[in-house]
């Protein structure tokens, strides 16, 4: 870890908690599987678009088993503004299928059981258990992992190994609202190409912000 003394890790939580309380996730969902549906389409998409898209995807097919089964042509229409549309209409599909037939549409609260899912990978189940069961997990998306890097939360870029390193270094009771934080940060001051250091409250802490570990790392976008 590049923070060694725990209290610098408890400070940038807690900054990070102060700046964004009570995030959640901007997806728009009804139960545990609309939203894992959702979170797939997800993948390097817009929130927003996703939200524009899953209302007339669940209309069309409002439960796992009419999804599993649809016309495959069918789900790539509704999909395709979110991008990779041939890839996703068949991972919501498989998925959907295998939850229909396997069991009984039914979603449970388990990283095992959600990873076996065809499509799903641990992002994507930590998503689901922290947003749709309430479950603490840690959420690396893109800017969980470029900013767990640069703040020294992490000293890996690999997403299950970040994933690790936050589990390692904060306490299980701040995951979801410290991944809620740093995706809201992340969105707003600590962006990939022009970060905000300067109106940034983790400026002291930051390695970015002058110390030497900056010199040394290198800080993907």
């Known amino acids: 870890m590049l923070f060694k003394p725990q209290r610098h890790v408890r400070r940038i939580v807690e900054l990070l ?33 996703v939200n524009k898209v899953t209302p007339l ?4 097919y409002p439960d ?3 999804l599993g089964h649809a016309n495959i042509l069918d789900i790539e229409a509704i999909v395709r503004p979110t991008g990779f549309y041939h890839n996703k209409a068949k991972a919501v599909a498989a998925t959907s299928r295998a939850l229909c037939e396997q069991w009984g549409g039914t979603v449970k609260p388990s990283m095992e059981f959600l990873t076996a899912l065809p499509g799903v990978g641990r992002k994507t189940a930590n998503v689901v258990l922290a947003h749709a069961f309430g479950r ?24 299950d190994r970040v994933e690790q390193d936050i589990m390692a270094a904060v306490p299980k009771g701040h995951w979801n609202r410290l991944c809620d ?20 409250m983790l400026q002291e802490l930051c390695p ?13 976008v």
């Open 17 to 49: 908690e102060k700046a964004y309380p009570l995030q959640g996730t901007a997806l728009v969902f009804q139960d545990p599987w609309q939203l894992l549906i959702a979170t797939i389409l997800s993948a390097q998409c817009t929130d927003v678009m």
């Open 57 to 60: 995807l669940f209309a069309a």
């Open 64 to 66: 796992p088993c009419s």
């Open 136 to 159: 603490q997990a840690v959420v690396v998306d893109t800017h969980v992992r470029r900013l767990a890097y640069r703040i020294g939360l992490s000293e890996n870029t690999d997403p």
């Open 181 to 200: 934080a740093l995706i809201a940060h992340g969105r707003s001051l600590c962006t990939a190409r022009k970060p905000k250091c300067t109106s940034c």
């Open 208 to 220: 970015r912000n002058g110390s030497p570990v900056a010199e040394v790392m290198r800080l993907p």
